[in-house]
């Protein structure tokens, strides 16, 4: 995704005040919206987030952004290994730097729902092996205990701007 940077902005609003425009005038707002749309796409954004992450104690909250990164890593790694062709154009790396950390969940931009649906089921399918009482995160389970998550996608605009992510995409997977 191509980041919007500061200087974009900075040439819009500077070439305005040489021009004396009224900053209310619907002639900036073209321009504006004429040199940010190539910036704009749309993309569906996967929420998701442990239920009632607020009502834990400390020690169970400080542990659970650690263990989501590890499922997260195992879910991508599935995803690679099982679907290669539904995610061949696109990287790990993508999906890192896709990924909106909250602590108690995140989202991660896709570029189709088809996308966001599929790795949303690989990543119930580890996340129920975690519940599972599995080998390799029983240290975890043993301190946290049994999780539920909730999901929410959304198909709408994303931008992208200083190493963040924006839009209605992203605003209205949160207010969900």
Do not use: W
Request: hydrophobic share 40%; aromatic share 16%; with cysteine.
């Amino acid at each position: 995704m191509k980041q919007i940077e500061d200087s974009v902005f900075e040439n819009i609003f500077k070439l305005n005040r040489e021009q004396k425009r009224n900053t209310q005038n619907d002639t900036l707002k073209i321009v504006l919206l004429d040199k940010l749309k190539p910036f704009f796409e749309k993309k569906s954004v996967l929420g998701f987030d442990i239920y009632q992450y607020s009502q834990f104690d400390t020690l169970k909250q400080s542990i659970i952004p650690y263990l989501l990164r590890k499922l997260l890593k195992d879910t991508i790694a599935d995803c690679f290994k099982y679907e290669p062709f539904l995610f061949q154009n696109i990287t790990i790396t993508d999906i890192e730097n896709n990924f909106i950390d909250t602590g108690d969940g995140g989202f991660i931009i896709f570029d189709t729902p088809f996308h966001s649906i599929v790795f949303a089921m690989y990543f119930e399918s580890v996340f129920r092996k975690y519940n599972s009482f599995n080998p390799s995160t029983s240290d975890i389970f043993d301190i946290v205990g049994e999780l539920r998550l909730r999901y929410c996608l959304t198909y709408d605009t994303v931008f992208a701007s200083n190493n963040n992510h924006y839009g209605p995409a992203i605003i209205n997977n949160a207010r969900i």
